[in-house]
């Protein structure tokens, strides 16, 4: 499949997932230790650096297996949305279906696993609250799942080893966070910036390689 929608660089439970204001924070004291880093080479140099794979371990690719079939659940989901709404909102919810399909197709290009198993614990779970005509609704349902898969890609993003397993998974981040956003606002929540920039969500359980 050709990816869809916007690009991605553009874009039973386990532990909560690290806050995207906690992200902020890792990120600048990620900077000072650089700093740090560099002045410590100064003094001493390691023998070997260790050697970071470009390419997905083997237990990488089981975690983004996981993480593809939330992705499908995802499609599969909005999918059901397009075909209840109407107007403008049945196209958001195509556009977001897209974009999951697409991101899916992504991690099955870097890991070679196929893009035709979705996770049907979330779908079931999930479904009946995105068959629904009811536009508020679908973006209390939608705003719930994008949190989730945040949390959920997040926490993967911890265990990872390979450049191309962080990279990419950082770059689906970027975008379901800002799906997230845009469905917390249509939810109702504009004002409030907890909800909107902090939301509490917690990661799905991906222990085994399933999601």
Do not use: C, W
């Amino acid at each position: 499949m050709n990816p869809k929608g916007p690009p991605l660089v553009d874009l039973d439970t386990a532990e909560p997932a690290p806050t995207r204001r906690g992200l902020i924070g890792m990120a600048g004291l990620a900077g000072a230790a650089a700093a740090l880093l560099g002045a410590s080479r100064v003094a001493a140099v390691p023998a070997r650096a260790p050697m970071i794979p470009d390419r997905p371990t083997e237990s990488d690719r089981a975690r983004l297996g996981a993480a593809m079939r939330l992705e499908l659940a995802a499609r599969d989901l909005y999918a059901v949305s397009t075909a209840s709404l109407g107007g403008d909102e049945a196209v958001l919810a195509r556009v977001v279906s897209e974009n999951h399909e697409a991101y899916a197709d992504a991690i099955a290009g870097v890991t070679g696993i196929s893009a035709d198993d979705r996770n049907n614990e979330v779908f079931d779970a999930l479904v009946g609250d995105f068959d629904t005509s009811d536009g508020q609704a679908f973006a209390a349902a939608a705003r719930t799942l994008e949190n989730t898969a945040v949390a959920t890609h997040t926490e993967l993003m911890a265990s990872y080893d390979s450049i191309d397993s962080f990279e990419l998974t950082a770059s689906i981040v970027a975008v379901e966070a800002r799906h997230a956003a845009v469905f917390t606002s249509m939810a109702g929540f504009s004002s409030d910036l907890d909800e909107m920039l902090d939301p509490e969500a917690t990661a799905l359980d991906t222990s085994g390689g399933a999601a």
